[in-house]
């Protein structure tokens, strides 16, 4: 069994084998945290505590699984909101003290990777990881099991983070990817905004083109928004395409492995594709923003590995991958 309680949403989820999906049982609280623009962490941890045990039952149902047909609870214990993840952390050791369970605490950001297990495809190593999401934009070389090398991350903000900022500046309203991305449908891209370079290094930084966005806003000089949200979007894939596709090729990778809710961006995934020298995987969409399946497929592998945590699992709100 997986469970995720990072940031917004509560999710549990049987998984076998760490490759077949028996549940994935998600409880947003989208609605909840749109009316104030983003994720309040005081009320997302209040609302984990509510919908976390019922969650985790409905996962059980939909599987047909008693607890007696689990071998280990996978958790998420970092990164994310410090209370929101404790509630997890602590069910999770909870169940484990009850059913005498193992535990395997899961970096938030290898779920995402590891929710390429579940789509059925089958991954050689090395593989080049692209991991963007509403906190992270990483490029990380996967030369194994649990193998991590930083190759490229963001100076500022996160691809999802700039999304949301942007669809907020536009007026798109929250989430911002999935607005953007709708409203980018009947656009084009005209306004050419800047994109952040950095002399070839694997960095990514999006505070630029969202400054030079909200300046033309302020400056009234915004006639389409879907122009606007088609030039925002087309600036931020190409550079996350250009510097994926650098680094596939450096590293000599079999693979781009894509995830992270952005992932599930399609002009994303279609530019990548379209340049990458090496096939390119994705999550099915449902499987690119948060859930438990990725976290229970990374956990099968910790314990494939002898990675076994106990009842002294602790969150870690900064935790690193690599
Ligand atoms: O992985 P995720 O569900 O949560 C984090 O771990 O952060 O990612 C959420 C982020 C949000 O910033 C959201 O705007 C972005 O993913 N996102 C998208 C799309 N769908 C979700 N960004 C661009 N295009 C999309 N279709
Ligand atoms: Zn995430």
Not at 82 to 92: P, Q
Not at 174 to 194: F, S, T
Not at 289 to 316: C, E, R, S, W
């Amino acid at each position: 069994m997986g469970i995720e309680t990072s940031c917004d949403e509560t999710a549990a989820a049987v998984v076998a084998d760490g490759r077949v999906i028996l549940s994935n049982r998600i409880a947003s609280q989208v609605e909840i945290h749109a009316r104030y623009g983003g994720v309040v962490p005081e009320v997302a941890s209040r609302q984990h505590v509510l919908a976390v045990v019922p969650v985790i039952e409905q996962a059980l149902a939909e599987a047909e699984t008693g607890w007696d047909d689990l071998d280990g609870i996978a958790v998420t214990f970092g990164p994310g909101l410090a209370g929101s993840l404790l509630v997890g952390v602590n069910v999770a050791k909870a169940i484990s003290l009850a059913r005498g369970l193992p535990i395997a605490g899961v970096n938030h950001l290898e779920g995402h990777i590891y929710a390429n297990w579940l789509n059925g495809a089958e991954v050689r190593f090395p593989v080049l990881c692209l991991i963007v999401s509403g906190g992270h934009s990483d490029l990380v070389l996967m030369r194994g099991h649990g193998d991590y090398v930083a190759v490229g991350r963001t100076r500022d903000d996160a691809a999802g983070e700039a999304f949301d900022k942007a669809a907020r500046i536009l007026g798109l309203g929250y989430p911002g990817g999935p607005a953007i991305e709708r409203a980018a449908k009947g656009g084009v891209d005209i306004l050419k905004l800047p994109r952040a370079w950095l002399n070839g290094s694997y960095d990514f930084s999006f505070s630029g083109v969202k400054t030079a966005l909200l300046r033309l806003a302020q400056g009234d000089k915004i006639s389409s928004p879907a122009d606007a949200a088609a030039s925002f979007q087309a600036a931020v894939v190409e550079v996350l395409v250009a510097k994926t596709v650098a680094a596939a090729k450096e590293y000599r990778v079999g693979q781009v492995l894509l995830s992270g809710g952005v992932a599930a961006n399609k002009r994303l995934h279609e530019k990548l594709a379209q340049n990458s020298p090496v096939p390119v995987l994705a999550p099915e969409l449902i499987l690119c923003t948060d859930n438990a399946a990725m976290i229970a497929a990374a956990g099968y592998y910790h314990f494939q590995a002898g990675k076994i945590d106990g009842l002294g699992l602790d969150v870690v709100p900064g935790l690193k991958l690599t």
